[in-house]
């Protein structure tokens, strides 16, 4: 758990990853009183969706945004504190993920054991999109591992 801890590369790195693959795209919610936003306005009985998988690419936000660079977390440029939701892929406010933590922890001990591994990735991982069902990577997305330390 300590360990776990002093890893703030691999945070930066999750961080990213949430941004430009947040696995919830979109986050509903119902409209229970006509709201006025930007000279429109949305009704009572209307659901609004937010994507994550849009706003995390908001370049008025972040540098680059299709970029993959994970020290825009880093301090001094910590863009991700440039607006209270720029980064939502655990949501926000008093609905956000319960197991935000749990799932660091998680991400951070997986991710560690897997990087004992050299990992050549086909396609390039440029050529590759995001999809809405991973499912769909099956038969295209494959890897071949080598374990280079015990
Ligand atoms: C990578 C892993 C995860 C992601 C990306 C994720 C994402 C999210 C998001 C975006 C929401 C907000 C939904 C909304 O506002 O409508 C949410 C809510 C929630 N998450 Fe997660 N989650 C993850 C892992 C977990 C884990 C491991 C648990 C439990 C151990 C968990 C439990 C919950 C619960 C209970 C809520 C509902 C909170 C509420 O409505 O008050 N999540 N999650």
Redesign the pocket.
């Known amino acids: 758990m300590s360990h776990l801890k002093q890893l703030p590369q691999m945070g930066y790195a999750l961080k990213e990853v949430?941004r430009l693959y947040?696995?919830?795209q979109n986050?509903?919610r119902g409209v229970v009183k006509d709201i006025y936003y930007a000279g429109y306005c949305i009704p009572a009985g209307w659901y609004v969706d937010i994507s994550p998988l849009l706003t995390h690419r908001l370049p008025e936000i972040y540098t680059d945004p299709d970029r993959f660079d994970p020290d825009r977390f880093a301090p001094l440029r910590e863009e991700d504190k440039k607006h209270p939701f720029a980064l939502?892929?655990?949501?926000s406010g008093?609905?956000?993920?319960?197991?935000?933590q749990?799932?660091q922890m998680?991400?951070k001990i997986i991710l560690s054991k897997l990087l004992r591994y050299d990992w050549i990735v086909s396609p390039e991982p440029n050529a590759v999109v995001p999809v809405r069902q991973p499912s769909q990577f099956q038969d295209s997305l494959q890897a071949q591992i080598k374990k280079v330390l015990s």
Request: glycine share 14%; charged share 10%; hydrophobic share 45%.
């Open positions: 949430e947040p696995p919830v986050i509903s939502v892929g655990f949501g008093p609905h956000s993920c319960l197991g935000w749990f799932a998680e991400m």
